[in-house]
């Protein structure tokens, strides 16, 4: 057995949610609804469906190296420099790229308990060291803990805001607050993949922390991350960017592979970002969904937590067998992993929604 390096004896792989394919060849259901990634269920813009047509006759040269196009669309759409800009296979693979470059030789990463599980991934395979924070007691987040948790090991702090699974986000007032407090040695990764659900609910934009709007607050070492996956439905297309300094975007750079970012990704992410009308169905669209699940769930007197995402996390007696039951009826959620007794269901179409709440009733979890 060749030799490898002890720290990854502790690594877990990540474990994606159950495709559809795969639940059609293991139980043999032709009729199935997924659930469980958090992933637009209208779909992408019409526009970006041609676009792809279009260019899918290109696909034996290689992509734009640095994405010119999609670089002078987003910053155009952003109002940053184009070079404060990186893109990424999905901003999972920036948060990697953080990670070689910030965490390796043992320096320590901070973020709560039940973040994204890639943080602590990424964290393990760079041979870094990590600390989770405990949330309060109704699973919000208290940003002062992170402040006090801070030593000369800390490197980099990880916050998703919205996060995942539970939804919770911090609003704008709390994370003010907490930026001032920063201290200059720290990157803070604000990873915003559900920001476009979110913005219009008092949570934060990050990327505002890094162009200097509140003269009130200090410039410090910030990372946004946001992605194509989510309300731009461009998920199976992988691609996702980040925003920082100048300095901070060329040190990443020098660990990003060479056409990381497909082709047909760009052009795409270039399409999406100029029909915002499709954005704004899809986040009203959302918030329909949310409240149908929200009164489904309430009739059903099962308990779960207000989001500011496309999914929602929700507790059940035995969560592992409402798992199994929902997937023979051919409905596909997802274990809420780290939070022991709950589930999450990404919000879906209403027709889809009314399918999940129906199978909830099949495995007697009816209407009280």
């Not at 990670?99 to 709560?112: D, K, N, P, S």
């Not at 996060?163 to 200059?184: H, M, S, V």
């Not at 199994?324 to 709950?342: C, E, H, S, T």
Request: hydrophobic share 40%; aromatic share 12%.
């Amino acid at each position: 057995m060749v030799e490898f390096p002890d720290y990854l004896k502790k690594v877990k792989p990540y474990q994606p949610g159950k495709p559809i394919e795969e639940l059609q060849r293991e139980l043999g259901i032709k009729e199935v609804v997924k659930l469980a990634s958090n992933e637009n269920p209208f779909g992408c813009s019409l526009f970006v469906k041609k676009a792809v047509e279009r260019n899918a006759t290109k696909i034996n040269r290689y992509p734009d190296g640095g994405a010119y196009y999609l670089r002078k669309e987003l910053s155009n759409f952003l109002a940053v420099d184009p070079d404060q800009i990186i893109f990424g296979n999905g901003s999972n693979e920036i948060i990697d790229l953080i990670g070689r470059v910030f965490l390796t030789g043992g320096r320590e990463a901070l973020f709560f308990e039940g973040s994204f599980v890639v943080y602590k991934l990424v964290t393990q395979i760079n041979g870094g060291t990590f600390r989770e924070i405990p949330l309060e007691c109704d699973f919000s987040r208290d940003l002062n803990k992170i402040l006090d948790a801070i030593s000369e090991k800390t490197s980099v702090i990880f916050i998703d805001n919205p996060c995942n699974p539970t939804g919770f986000a911090n609003k704008k007032e709390e994370f003010n607050r907490f930026i001032k407090d920063l201290p200059d040695h720290v990157l803070l990764v604000l990873d915003e993949a559900y920001f476009e659900y979110a913005k219009d609910h008092g949570v934060p934009d990050g990327i505002n922390y890094i162009l200097g709007i509140n003269p009130k607050l200090p410039r410090k070492n910030i990372i946004v991350l946001r992605t194509f996956s989510k309300v731009y439905g461009l998920a199976g297309l992988r691609i996702g960017y980040g925003v920082s300094s100048n300095e901070i975007i060329q040190i990443l750079e020098k660990v990003r592979q060479p056409f990381n970012t497909n082709h047909l990704a760009q052009i795409a992410a270039v399409e999406a970002l100029k029909d915002q009308d499709f954005v704004r169905f899809c986040v009203e669209m959302n918030e329909r969904g949310k409240e149908q699940l929200y009164e489904g769930l309430e009739k059903r007197g099962i308990h779960f937590l207000p989001t500011y995402g496309n999914f929602v996390m929700f507790r059940v007696e035995n969560s592992q067998s409402v798992y199994n039951g929902l997937l023979k009826q051919g409905v596909i959620v997802r274990p809420a992993f780290g939070f022991d007794g709950y589930l999450r269901v990404s919000i879906g179409r209403e027709d889809e929604n009314d399918l999940f709440l129906k199978a909830l009733d099949r495995l007697g979890l009816s209407c009280k």
